[in-house]
């Protein structure tokens, strides 16, 4: 009976072990079908999008009147080639073909500005692609490429400007990069995404990775293998490209992020290094705050801010050579990356030329034209893109390579920043406007590092210029009460703040206070937000 009683229990067990497996493997076949379709589904969508972009280029094409009588230049990129902060009134491409007098080789320009903010690589890839596709229809006779800072950007749930609500480790960050399915699981579990989720009281001077050192050269990669994408198809095509390094703000930009990478029983040692050079460094000391930090260095070589901060120092002491090359260090060190790697422009710069490839090095023209030919605050209006006098400097940098590649012998045109004033009317309400969206990229990118103080004062400092254009605006006002607050002085923040709303209308006031930012920053001073509960 016994033995009976036994052999029941085993065959039970067999059965129920048997449907777990049926279960599972019912569970994961479906698990299977459902990714193939998604795939499927988002393989028809891009398909759908590059159909829908490319009517949307042909509309535009057809408002530029382009020819074969026309010298049709594609130019290629992100916020810098849109003309951020200046567009839509000054972009790359007007100003490029105003030095140029609005013709190449005789035939008038038809430029074509393919360039879209906050976009990486592979979607002016995908651009390109249709542009050469069509080639009898878009009629390309040169293409200009200057892309690469928002690389790192492109994964909007690893980087703290776009983020999903909860945290999760990096193996699930792995699968959520492989699996549509697992993605639209988490959205629908509550991961949706705000803009520019605060982070200000999460950031430490030694920082959390936001990406694996696998993952960081995944995206070196990709870039590579895609700008030598570009400059295959434009070559097969026989369509003349000029492929530019791109330019970042080395010598007044800090780094966003600094991460530890040396032995756990130096990480004190370090710190100490690093207040010690900073004592130093504040008492007007840079030669003994350099020797100090160099030490730091010994222990970690990796550490961003040691980097820049010993570029600041070799800069006081005129050093030039030695600051260019910590400066660099920061930006390749950076774990927050929105510059452009040394690493990336090294690449572009390797690539060899030929009579349809010309490779232009913004970079070092620019450099050799900064006041210490470092590349700067007098050059760069934030992080990344130019001040009016780059942007001038730039176009002119690319419309002399244009003649180059189109073997036109004429001189580049020469123009000042105020005529570039006049010529793409920047007027008062533009300045303001120019100023204002300075200081919120500002404020906002002081947020995504451990010492906020010296970004928020360059907001502060936008904030007042634009104040100082037009007082009866709220932006500018609401702008420095939001300073304010970020530094921890509500009081003051209150006093402007509640005056400036109190003078907006009902509608717009109510609209504003329901922006994310805004609400995240008023949760923050209450006490109310997430970080500091």
Not at 266 to 281: E, H, I, V
Request: glycine share 4%; with cysteine.
């Amino acid at each position: 009976m016994a033995e009976l009683q036994e052999s029941q229990k085993k065959r039970k067990i067999t059965f129920i072990a048997q449907n777990l497996a049926l279960c599972a493997a019912t569970l994961f076949i479906a698990l299977v079908m459902a990714e193939s379709v998604l795939r499927i589904r988002e393989s028809w969508t891009e398909r759908q999008e590059q159909e829908k972009r490319t009517a949307q280029y042909l509309s535009q094409i057809r408002q530029t009147d382009i020819s074969d009588n026309t010298f049709n230049i594609y130019y290629f990129g992100e916020s810098t080639i849109v003309g951020e902060p200046y567009a839509p009134r000054m972009t790359i491409p007007a100003l490029t073909s105003y030095l140029l007098d609005n013709q190449v080789s005789g035939k008038p320009i038809r430029y074509i500005n393919m360039a879209v903010q906050g976009a990486d690589f592979q979607y002016s890839l995908n651009c390109l692609q249709i542009v050469l596709k069509n080639k009898n229809i878009f009629k390309p006779s040169l293409v200009v490429i200057y892309a690469g800072h928002n690389e790192f950007l492109q994964d909007a749930t690893d980087y703290g400007f776009i983020k999903l609500h909860f945290k999760y480790n990096n193996r699930l960050k792995g699968l959520l990069r492989r699996s549509l399915l697992l993605r639209k699981i988490v959205q629908m579990c509550g991961g949706k995404r705000q803009g520019y989720t605060l982070e200000i009281d999460q950031r430490h001077f030694f920082d959390e990775p936001l990406f694996s050192e696998k993952n960081y050269k995944q995206v070196i990669d990709k870039y590579k293998t895609e700008i030598l994408q570009a400059v295959d198809m434009t070559q097969r095509q026989e369509v003349p490209c000029i492929l530019s390094t791109v330019a970042g703000n080395y010598a007044d930009f800090e780094p966003n992020r600094s991460v530890y990478y040396g032995n756990p029983k130096d990480q004190n040692k370090f710190k100490t290094l690093a207040d010690q050079g900073d004592s130093l460094q504040r008492a007007g000391n840079y030669r003994n705050a350099a020797l100090v930090y160099n030490q730091a260095l010994a222990i970690d070589a990796r550490f961003a801010e040691i980097h820049y901060r010993l570029g600041k120092c070799y800069h006081a002491m005129g050093e030039m050579d030695k600051a260019r090359h910590e400066y660099e260090q920061a930006v390749e060190y950076d774990r927050m990356p929105i510059r452009a790697t040394p690493t990336q422009n090294e690449f572009i710069r390797k690539i060899p030329e030929n009579k349809m490839l010309c490779i232009a090095d913004a970079v070092e023209y620019l450099r050799q034209r900064d006041d210490a030919r470092l590349l700067g605050d007098s050059l760069m209006i934030d992080g990344h893109h130019p001040n009016l006098k780059g942007y001038i400097l730039l176009s002119s940098f690319f419309a002399g390579k244009i003649r180059q590649i189109s073997k036109d012998t004429r001189n580049v045109n020469f123009i000042s920043e105020d005529i570039a004033t006049l010529l793409f009317k920047l007027d008062k309400k533009a300045w303001f406007d120019i100023y204002v969206s300075r200081g919120n990229w500002f404020y906002k990118t002081a947020t995504i590092r451990y010492d906020p103080h010296e970004r928020i004062q360059k907001a502060r400092s936008f904030f007042l210029k634009a104040f100082s254009i037009d007082s009866s605006q709220s932006d500018a006002t609401v702008g420095l009460a939001l300073c304010d607050l970020l530094e921890n002085d509500p009081h003051r923040m209150t006093q402007l703040y509640l005056a400036q709303i109190q003078q907006m209308e009902a509608a717009d006031s109510k609209n504003y206070l329901k922006q994310n930012w805004v609400r995240q920053i008023i949760d923050r001073a209450r006490g109310k937000h997430p970080a500091s509960s």
